[in-house]
C-alpha cells in the first residue's frame, strides 16, 4: 500500500515553456500532498504543501506564481513550473500523506526537469 | 525549531560489514515522529521506518534495525550484513505537529563488493 506516482519522470523543454507534473495517490487517499525540490548531493527543499480544496502553502523564498500548484482531488496534485528558465532544472518529489498514518509521508518517484 | 544532524556525510563498507548511520535531532514538542528513508540513484524517496516520541523499543526488520534514544535525541540506524544493493542515500526526518518534514542533510552509503 501507500503507493505515490509521479508523471513525466523526466522532462527536457525549452526557456520560457511551461511544464505540469502530476502527483498521485495510487491506493490511498492523500489529504495532503507535499511538493519537494532537490539539488544534486543535498537534502530535500519543501516547496509548498497542498490541502485538498484549499490553496497551496508555500515556504519563504518560493515564489507562488513561478510554481502553481493545485490539488483538486484527494488522489491528485499538480505543480506547473511556469516560463521555466535553466535556473529551475532540478529534480522535484511529491510525498502524500493520509489516513490512517497522516504524519507519515511516502514519495513518488520523483521528476529531473531540463531547462534548455 | 526543528533539526536533524547526519554528521557522517559518506560511509563506504565492503560488503558484510555493518553500518550504522548516526542521526541526532531538536525539538521542542513533547509528540514527534521520526523517520527514515532510503534514496537509491534512481531518486525514489523509499519509506523505512517510523517511530513515535512514545515509542521507545528498538525495532529490527530482516538485516535493519533502529535504536532509539530518547535521552540522547537519537535515531540511529544499522543495516547489518551490508550488500551492494544497500547503497544509496540515507535521510533521517522529523515531523510535528504540522507533519511538515525536517530532514538530515543524508549519509551515502556506498557498499563495495
Known amino acids: 500500500g501507500a503507493v505515490v506516482s509521479q508523471h513525466p519522470s523526466r522532462v527536457i523543454c525549452k526557456s520560457g515553456t511551461s511544464v505540469k507534473i502530476e502527483c498521485r495517490s495510487l491506493d490511498f487517499q492523500a489529504t495532503t500532498m507535499f511538493w519537494y525540490r532537490q539539488f544534486p548531493k543535498q537534502s530535500l527543499m519543501l516547496m509548498a504543501t497542498s490541502n485538498e480544496g484549499s490553496k497551496a502553502t508555500y515556504e519563504q523564498g518560493v515564489e507562488k506564481d513561478k510554481f502553481l500548484i493545485n490539488h483538486a482531488s484527494l488522489t491528485l496534485s499538480t505543480l506547473t513550473v511556469t516560463s521555466a528558465h535553466p535556473e529551475d532544472s532540478s529534480f522535484y518529489i511529491c510525498s502524500a500523506s493520509g489516513a490512517p498514518y497522516q504524519e507519515t509521508q511516502y514519495f513518488g518517484p520523483g521528476t529531473r526537469l531540463l531547462v534548455l | 525549531a526543528q533539526k536533524v544532524t547526519q554528521a557522517q556525510t559518506e560511509i563506504s563498507v565492503v560488503e558484510k560489514e555493518d553500518v550504522t548511520l548516526d542521526c541526532v535531532y531538536e525539538t521542542r514538542d513533547t509528540t514527534y515522529y521520526l523517520f527514515w528513508y532510503k534514496q537509491p540513484p534512481s531518486g525514489e524517496l523509499v519509506f523505512l521506518i517510523r517511530?513515535?516520541?512514545?515509542?521507545?523499543q528498538n525495532e529490527i526488520s530482516g538485516r535493519y534495525s533502529w535504536n532509539f534514544q530518547k535521552s540522547t535525541s537519537s535515531f540511529n540506524f544499522t543495516i547489518t550484513a551490508s550488500q551492494v544493493v544497500d547503497s544509496a542515500v540515507y535521510f533521517c526526518a522529523l515531523n510535528s505537529n504540522d507533519y511538515k518534514l525536517s530532514f538530515g542533510a543524508g549519509t551515502t552509503v556506498t557498499v563495495r563488493a
Open positions: 517511530r513515535n516520541s512514545f515509542d521507545e
